[in-house]
Structures are given as C-alpha cells and as structure tokens.
C-alpha cells in the first residue's frame, strides 16, 4: 500500500527565503508525481507534475526533483513571498496493482511566508 | 481557473435533507473523480468515473450516491448524512486515469447539522 509522507507539516519563514519541502513514498513503482497547491478552503492547484521518466522540473520560482529510487521528490521554492503562503501536497498515482486509480496524497506541508 | 466548476460553494443542510453538488469540466477530460477532505487528513478518494463509467468505489456509504451523465458532468448525491460527513468536496478530472495530470474545482464545503 502506497503510503505518502510529507516533511515538514508546517514551516514559516520570511519573504525572500529559498526554501525546501520534502514528500516521500513507500512505493517507489510509480507513474509520476504531482504537486499541488491548496489555499486555505480552496481547491488545489497543479503546479508541477514529474514523469517517473523525468529528474525535475522547472515552473518559474519553483522546482521540483525526481528521486525514484530512494522514494523523494523536493519542491524547490526561490525567493519566497507572502503570496506563495499555502499548503502544499505532493500526490502519486499506482503503477500496478490494487486501485489503478486512486491518487494517494500526502497530508501536505503549511507554508507561511512573512513579510 | 483550473477549468473545473463545483457548485454551490458552501451548502449547509440537516440530516434529513437530500441536495446534491455539481462538477463540470471544460477540459475535454475522459476521467472524473470525487475526493472528500477532512480535518488534518489526507485527501481520500470516493468515486472515479472514466467515459461515464463507475470504475470505483472506494468503500463509500450509500449516503453519497455519484453521478456521471456524461463526460463533463459529475454529480454527488447526498441524503440522510451525518454531522462527521462535514467536509470539503472536490472534484477533479484528468485526460485519462491518473497517470496523467488531475485537475481540481475549488470545491463545495459542505456543514452537516
């Protein structure tokens, strides 16, 4: 059973910062990986979506990488600011076996950037 | 704008009220699921349809009943629910399963009183 891990739960820190958000997963047999923005009662945003194919990705001040492997993704966010304050969530789909179609998510990561 | 349209926004309703929440999507996608959000848990998948067909049902009470007319509209039916069923409600789509990228509605919040 895929199980996804998202480290930090929450992180604060001010505007400006280059920070690092972690998602790890148990089944490293995977499609690819998506990460998500959620504003607060709101639905999610894509941001990124890697290829199990694929190392990283680039969207603007974001980055994200691809360690299949070992199980890790990292989004990379530069030059933080006040407007990228959300809760971040990293998702897989199955490769084979059980629910071909279940996205499994992680509990997401709380960022707050200060001014 | 993610091209996918819940409504209403917020519904609050009793425990003896049936409504139900709407999601169409402007994408031209095969795939539409319905995923339920509570407090301090991850998303959990309830339904997923593929070209109008039920390809899941992920051990949902018969309190939620799902459907899909056709490719762009899903609907989730709801009667006789209980309080612990408030939630967040999305609904997402994707070209096919979800190995290709799932796009989400701003959701409904739904108050069970």
């Known amino acids: 059973k895929q199980e996804v891990t998202q480290i930090p739960a929450a992180l604060s820190v001010p505007e400006g910062e280059n920070l690092v958000l972690n998602c790890s997963f148990t089944d490293s047999a995977i499609y690819n990986l998506q990460w998500f923005r959620q504003d607060p009662g709101k639905g999610l945003t894509s941001l990124l979506l890697?290829?199990?194919?694929?190392r990283e990705q680039t969207s603007g001040r974001l980055n994200a990488s691809l360690d299949k492997s070992s199980g890790r993704s990292t989004l990379y966010i530069a030059a933080s600011q006040p407007g990228d304050s959300a809760t971040y969530l990293c998702a897989v789909p199955p490769h084979s076996g059980g629910s071909n179609y279940k996205l499994t998510f992680g509990k997401g990561t709380l960022l707050t950037v200060n001014p | 704008e993610t091209g996918v349209t819940q409504t209403p926004r917020h519904l609050v309703m009793g425990m003896t009220n049936k409504k139900s929440l709407k999601c169409e999507q402007h994408l031209g996608h095969n795939a539409m699921y319905w995923y339920k959000q509570s407090a301090k848990k991850p998303l959990e998948l309830m339904f997923v349809?593929?070209?109008?067909?039920?390809?899941e049902n992920n051990s949902v009470p018969s309190r939620f009943s799902p459907e899909c007319p056709n490719s762009s509209h899903l609907f989730l039916h709801l009667h006789t629910l209980q309080p612990e069923d408030s939630a967040l409600y999305l609904c997402?789509?994707?070209?096919?399963?979800?190995?290709?990228?799932?796009?989400f509605g701003q959701g409904t919040r739904l108050t069970v009183v």
């Open positions: 997402a789509s994707s070209q096919d399963l979800p190995n290709t990228e799932a796009f």
């Open positions: 349809y593929s070209l109008e067909e039920r390809v």
């Open positions: 890697i290829q199990s194919s694929q």
